[in-house]
């Protein structure tokens, strides 16, 4: 899966949605912004549960990059859900279940296992589960595990 824009996984942006029981195994997943290997744009109270990305899975992208869903935007959700044996890589807000939690939004009962997430190009905002967590914007993540590295690839 590639594009060149916002919105790049098994489904590009997610509107009013709500996704069960889904796995994406063994995918490369490229774009710009919102980069997600189940979902790139979580959108509009749309919910994500018991799900999963797995399996020697790559996703790359400049901004908003995520095992499972590069942004969770205005009033999302994603629930019990994981990511495993993934490799995460971008430039700002890079997480390994989610790279950008923002708008009143929930993470909860998700877990990121045997990942890598990298940032790049002197970009920040780097977690094993969320990248970037807007508190300001009523991000909340509950009970999340994470056992994974995070690395930092900065360039002078």
Known sequence: ?????????LFGVTNHAEIKNLGVVSADVIGEIGVGGLVGWNYDSSVITNSYT???TTIKGNSDVGG???????GSKVVNSYVAASVIEGGYGVGGLVGVNSGSVVVKNSLVLNSQ???TDNG???GVVVGHNDYDYGGTI???YGRSDVNTNFYS
Do not use: E, F, W
């Open 1 to 9: 899966m590639g594009c060149v824009g916002g919105g790049v996984g």
């Open 54 to 56: 797995s399996g020697t």
């Open 68 to 74: 499972l869903v590069g942004h969770n935007d205005k």
């Open 117 to 119: 997430t990298t940032v």
């Open 124 to 126: 920040d905002r780097a």
């Open 142 to 144: 509950k009970n999340p």
